[in-house]
């Protein structure tokens, strides 16, 4: 059987750091709850069998922020965004996924990806032995600071890059790999370099930053109204 690709959406965080009140997920930007955005832009990826989109179990908001969903949604979702991403996982099994299909992990928070970004890791990943990530490189000096917020050091930036999401792997290698390293995992990729491999870096944007701090959700609006007119939005 040809391996597929399904797209694994982790909602299920309750978004301390953006300050908002409520999960960052369920604010409103340019019009629409973040998880709207970002779950129109996977839906606009044809080569994604499914998407399945993992929350909270006490999650009671998804259905009046995104009225009419026809993809997958599983009230599965852990303590840690590892544990969400492996109830996720443990969930396409029981519909159906096997250890060869493709999994794209991608954070509801990162709402201004951009179809052909996705696209362009799917190019790169399906002749690829082991997957790999979005990511950017690093544009500013890096520092390492202490408590007190100073600098302790500079580091060398020239071979780093930050890492985006969708993260695409086969679904086997990244169950195993989460479920090696638990909740210190705050990526997929960081798991799958624990077993020896190494992921392939996909170049996307600084566009698809992750809504994280309180002035996140001001620059993902005016991002979302500047883009080009898409027909999704
Ligand atoms: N237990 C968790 C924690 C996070 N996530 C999801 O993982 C993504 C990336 O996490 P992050 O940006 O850190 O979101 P939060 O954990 O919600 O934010 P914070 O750490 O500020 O509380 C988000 O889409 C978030 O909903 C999740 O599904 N389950
Ligand atoms: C997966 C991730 O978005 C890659 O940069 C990031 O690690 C999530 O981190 P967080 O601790 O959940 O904010």
Redo the contacts with the bound molecule.
């Keep these: 059987m040809t391996s597929r690709c399904f797209a694994l959406v982790p909602a299920a965080?309750i978004g301390e750091r953006s300050g908002a009140g409520i999960p960052k997920q369920y604010v409103e930007i340019a019009g629409r709850p973040m998880l709207a955005h970002t779950l129109a832009a996977l839906a606009a990826v044809p080569r994604i069998a499914q998407t399945l989109v993992v929350l909270s179990p006490a999650d009671d908001r998804f259905e009046a922020a995104v009225p009419g969903h026809v993809g997958w949604v599983a009230r599965v979702g852990g303590a840690s965004?590892a544990e969400s991403v492996l109830g996720g996982l443990a969930e396409l099994r029981r519909r159906g996924a096997v250890d060869d299909d493709w999994v794209l992990v991608h954070?509801a928070a990162?709402c201004l990806l951009r179809p052909e970004w996705v696209d362009a890791l799917i190019d790169a990943c399906l002749p690829d032995a082991v997957g790999g990530l979005l990511a950017q490189p690093i544009a500013d000096t890096l520092k390492s600071g202490d408590a007190e917020g100073r600098v302790t050091a500079t580091i060398d930036r020239r071979d780093k890059w930050?890492?985006?999401?969708p993260?695409m792997f086969r679904l086997g290698l990244v169950e195993k790999a989460l479920a090696a390293m638990g909740a210190a995992a705050?990526?997929e990729a960081s798991a799958v370099e624990a077993l020896g491999l190494a992921p392939r870096l996909v170049r996307a944007s600084m566009a698809n930053f992750?809504v994280?701090w309180p002035e996140d959700f001001e620059l993902a609006e005016r991002w979302l109204r500047a883009s080009a007119p898409d027909p999704r939005r």
């Design positions: 965080g965004r954070d990162r930050a890492a985006q999401t993260q705050t990526d992750k994280t």
